[in-house]
């Protein structure tokens, strides 16, 4: 079983940034993926962000340009550095660990607990 840790959510205005962190720690799997997916009020999950192994990144069009995933160099640990917010960014941010980058839910076997992101205008 692997445990998700989120951290970094809170409150900011529009314009602003944040940094939110996850780690996995004592995960052993090796070639791991990990990523972000979020789900505003009343929306269903949607996927933001994600990073393999060999640190192929993919965005959601939504976050291309504003958002940037990184990973930490025991690779255990992903970080997403969300810029110039926007209201509509406002959502519970989830991260999600499996073993290949996946835009749907489905496709990842493991989540956080996850992390409100709130943006005000």
């Known amino acids: 079983q692997v445990h998700l840790v989120e951290s970094g959510g809170g409150l900011v205005q529009a314009g602003g940034s944040l940094r939110l962190s996850c780690a996995a720690p004592?995960?052993?799997?090796?070639?791991?993926?990990m990523g972000w997916f979020r789900q505003a009020p009343g929306k269903e999950r949607e996927f933001a962000a994600a990073i393999s192994w060999s640190g192929r990144t993919s965005y959601a069009d939504s976050v291309k340009g504003r958002f940037t995933i990184s990973r930490g160099n025991a690779k255990n640990t992903v970080y997403l550095q969300m810029n110039s917010l926007k209201p509509e960014d406002t959502a519970v941010y989830y991260c999600v660990l499996s073993f290949a980058i996946s835009v749907e839910p489905a496709g990842w076997d493991y989540w956080g607990q996850g992390t409100q992101v709130t943006v005000s205008s």
């Open positions: 004592g995960q052993t799997f090796g070639s791991t993926s």
